[in-house]
């Protein structure tokens, strides 16, 4: 959890939680995903078995992986399952988010990509970085990667990044005021890491006041976060 800023109040609210809704309607299209949610809805009609799902944290890869599990009842591998999928064969469709990241067994996982790439399965995966950047010790595995159709996850505009704190907000059930939602997007970082970011702040700062999220609140959490983006950046 971020730490409220030094000169807010020293009562911390209880985090209760939240659920971001994965459903299908509520997922939010614009220029940035269009091609990706396209790519999805598509499913069984990929004219290939991968498709690879490339954004940053919280640019809703999780959520059209979400939608390709309800739609095709996809297993989903984890760490601990992936090397039993593979071993256990069949033509399931298969998720493996955060590819990247995870530490998934390179063998499993080479083992998996030849059964998409013979037709045997339907495979989504998800990375923040890009295919380069993977910890991956082997170029066969690297090579099979590379040759499913990627679909980045950007955000692409103002009015899509309004869209977004909305939703942000909305999985809080919390309503704020467009006018606020328009200050914000006007200045802060672009990127759906920030906004997750900033509308979490926003929320603890509002519980903390005991107010609503108005525009005081988020110049306070906007200051916060420049601030803190300016030291990052002097120790770089």
Known sequence: ?????????????L??????SLAEADFLVGE???????????????????TLLVGPSASGKSHLARIFVDRSHALVATPQTISAIASAGGGLPLLIEDVDRMGYD????????????????????????DIAHWPLRTDDARSRVRRAPMFRMEVSDDIELSQMLVKLFADRQIKVDPKVVGYVVRRMERSPEEAAAL????????????????????????AHRQDMHGALREQD
């Open 1 to 13: 959890m971020m730490p409220l800023p030094e000169n807010g109040p020293r009562q911390l609210p």
């Open 15 to 20: 985090d209760l939680g939240h659920e971001p």
């Open 32 to 50: 940035g995903n269009a091609l990706a949610h396209g790519r999805i809805l598509a499913w069984p009609h990929w004219p290939d078995g991968m």
């Open 106 to 129: 390179e063998h499993a996982l080479f083992h998996l990509l030849n059964q998409a790439m013979r037709g045997e399965r339907s495979l989504l995966l998800t990375a923040r970085e």
């Open 199 to 222: 509308v979490d702040l926003m929320d603890r700062l509002a519980l903390a006041k005991g107010s609503a999220i108005t525009r005081n609140v988020a110049a306070e959490a906007l």
